[in-house]
T-cell receptor, first 111, second 112 residues
Framework: DQQVKQNSPSLSVQEGRISILNCDYT??????FLWYKKYPAEGPTFLIS?????DKNEDGRFTVFLNKSAKHLSLHIVPSQPGDSAVYFC??????????FGAGTRLFVKA | SQTIHQWPATLVQPVGSPLSLECTVE??????LYWYRQAAGRGLQLLFY??????ISSEVPQNLSASRPQDRQFILSSKKLLLSDSGFYLC???????????FGQGTRLTVV
């Protein structure tokens, strides 16, 4: 039972363009959503988050959008840079107790 | 500042051998601690979490167990490893009421 789904295993984007990573969830009890970035052989690092009471959160080049009615969130990276190439995990939390991760999307940013 | 230590970084073990992976957190108290596994080509699967000493919750039935003997120490164990236990194991902590997790560097376990 996948509560958090990232249906695109990979995404390729040209440097300078926008990267859009998508995530869907099924559990309406989730109240906090997070994005993590992961390089090979390293642990994920926290990138940006959004509370369920908001629909948008922005931090520099990164913006997360939340559509609660559709149970969908997305991460926008503008402009994309080669250093952004990594695996991005969407995650959801209920009361901060435990965090459920999606399968990840590998982003390739081409120079 | 808070840091999380996880060791070893890589481990090759024969089928049927025992396992002990250790994780310690510094610079915080009463953290929630987690063990995740990333199998090849898959996402992060939550294995165990703990909200306090001696308190362990298991998310999936498996060949592994976890223990929390001290506030900032979390141990992942197995009595007899299986080939399917191979993967990248990650320890993480969360300090409520914050919700972002901080991960260790991970342990690459290969069971042969």
């Amino acid at each position: 039972d996948q509560q958090v789904k990232q249906n695109s295993p990979s995404l390729s984007v040209q440097e300078g363009r926008i990267s859009i990573l998508n995530c869907d969830y099924t559990n309406s009890m989730f109240d906090y959503f997070l994005w993590y970035k992961k390089y090979p052989a390293e642990g994920p690092t926290f990138l940006i988050s959004i509370s369920s009471i908001k629909d948008k959160n922005e931090d520099g080049r990164f913006t997360v959008f939340l559509n609660k009615s559709a149970k969908h969130l997305s991460l926008h990276i503008v402009p994309s840079q080669p250093g952004d190439s990594a695996v991005y995990f969407c995650a959801a939390s209920s009361g901060g107790f435990k965090t459920i991760f999606g399968a990840g999307t590998r982003l390739f940013v081409k120079a | 500042s808070q840091t999380i230590h996880q060791w070893p970084a890589t481990l090759v073990q024969p089928v049927g051998s025992p396992l002990s992976l250790e994780c310690t957190v510094e610079g915080t108290s009463n953290p929630n601690l987690y063990w995740y596994r990333q199998a090849a080509g898959r996402g992060l699967q939550l294995l165990f979490y703990s909200v306090g000493i001696g308190q362990i919750s298991s998310e999936v039935p498996q060949n592994l167990s976890a223990s929390r003997p001290q506030d900032r120490q979390f141990i992942l164990s197995s009595k007899k490893l299986l080939l399917s236990d191979s993967g990248f194991y990650l320890c993480a902590w969360i300090r409520p009421p914050r919700t972002e997790a901080f991960f260790g560097q991970g342990t690459r376990l290969t069971v042969v």
